[in-house]
């Protein structure tokens, strides 16, 4: 279950957002979103953003996250679906192959392919805006080349704090996409 949090001044004061909850996938937001009012609608949608922009939450670049929003047209309005999506699927991948990797103190082999799926993931991380997994990638790949094999596997830095930031970003996205989604369908706007 995720956290629920309240947000503080504003129009939005005291509205209740979850953040990063998975109850029966992607069709549960749907129906969830579906079934809040306009109001509560577009203060979730505000209180994710807060949440994801958050410095001290470092998931999303404000800035290059709304560079991809931009490129959603009218006649290509699941851009941004399809690109989170995208990302999630591939992200999973590049972890799932990490996590194995990074088991053992590896070969060399290990080693450089480690250190390619770490530049992959990175960089794919860099178009969407996700500064927090790129910056533990970066520090994975100094783990590789400094050859601190347990940093690689436990505390910051390591498989484990990617797997968790991965994890709360996923959560984030797809609620987001989900409830921007609804926005739409309700021709909901910020204007």
Not at 74 to 83: G, L, Y
Not at 121 to 130: E, I, K, M, P
Request: aromatic residues 4%; hydrophobic residues 35%.
């Amino acid at each position: 279950m995720g956290r629920r949090e309240r947000t503080e001044g504003g129009a939005n004061e005291g509205v209740a957002v979850e953040i990063g909850v998975d109850v029966g996938g992607a069709s549960a937001v749907k129906t969830a979103a579906a079934t809040m009012s306009d109001e509560a609608l577009m203060a979730s949608l505000v209180d994710m953003e807060n949440h994801a922009f958050d410095p001290k939450n470092n998931l999303l670049n404000r800035a290059q996250f709304n560079e991809l929003l931009d490129l959603q047209t009218e006649s290509e309005p699941d851009f941004m679906e399809d690109i989170v999506n995208m990302y999630c699927g591939d992200s999973q991948s590049m972890l799932d192959e990490l996590r194995e990797l990074v088991k053992t103190d590896g070969t060399a082999e290990q080693l450089d392919k480690a250190r390619a799926t770490l530049h992959k993931l990175r960089g794919a991380s860099s178009t969407l805006g996700a500064e927090g997994i790129q910056h533990t990638c970066e520090a994975m790949r100094e783990s590789i080349v400094n050859q601190q094999y347990e940093a690689l596997r436990r505390g910051p830095g390591s498989i484990e704090e990617l797997e968790e930031r991965l994890g709360e970003l996923k959560r984030v996205l797809k609620k987001y996409v989900e409830v921007s989604r609804e926005c739409v369908v309700r021709k909901l706007s910020r204007g």
